[in-house]
């Protein structure tokens, strides 16, 4: 167990959000900027738990330990499906998502075992 403070995290109604299949039914963009993030389609809707250390921005201090527990995700099965994201830093065997354009994040996390990327759908807003 770490010593960090854990939250847990909103669910969201995916009943408009997604197909019969699981995919993200529209773009997926960032919710601070705007920026493209993901297309329509692209996208799989997993839900698991999973923590991810709370929004902000990549050059703000990281003095702020706390995690939130969040448990949908859309699985992108390849990095170059995205329109645009960025790679924060390492830890273990996942690499920090976030937006390319304000390095807003993490807004995911890229697995480097299973090269599968996961967007948490409550840090991201929709076009
Ligand atoms: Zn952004």
């Known amino acids: 167990?770490?010593?960090?403070?854990?939250?847990?995290?909103?669910?969201?109604?995916?009943?408009?959000?997604?197909?019969?299949?699981?995919k993200n039914l529209k773009q997926i963009v960032c919710e601070?900027?705007?920026s493209k993030i993901l297309?329509?389609?692209?996208?799989?809707?997993?839900?698991?738990?999973?923590?991810?250390?709370i929004m902000k921005k990549e050059s703000e201090t990281d003095s702020d330990l706390t995690?939130?527990?969040?448990?949908?995700?859309?699985?992108?099965?390849?990095?170059?499906?995205?329109d645009n994201i960025g790679f924060s830093h390492t830890v273990g065997d996942i690499k920090y998502l976030i937006c390319a354009d304000c390095e807003i994040g993490p807004v995911g996390?890229?697995?480097?075992?299973?090269?599968?990327?996961?967007?948490?759908l409550t840090r991201v807003a929709y076009k």
């Open 1 to 22: 167990m770490s010593d960090s403070n854990t939250i847990v995290g909103k669910k969201v109604d995916t009943s408009s959000l997604v197909d019969e299949k699981g």
């Open 32 to 34: 601070r900027c705007a």
């Open 39 to 53: 297309p329509a389609k692209v996208g799989t809707l997993e839900e698991f738990n999973f923590e991810l250390n």
């Open 67 to 82: 995690k939130e527990q969040l448990s949908q995700f859309y699985r992108v099965e390849d990095m170059f499906d995205f």
């Open 109 to 120: 996390w890229h697995s480097i075992s299973s090269k599968k990327c996961y967007v948490a």
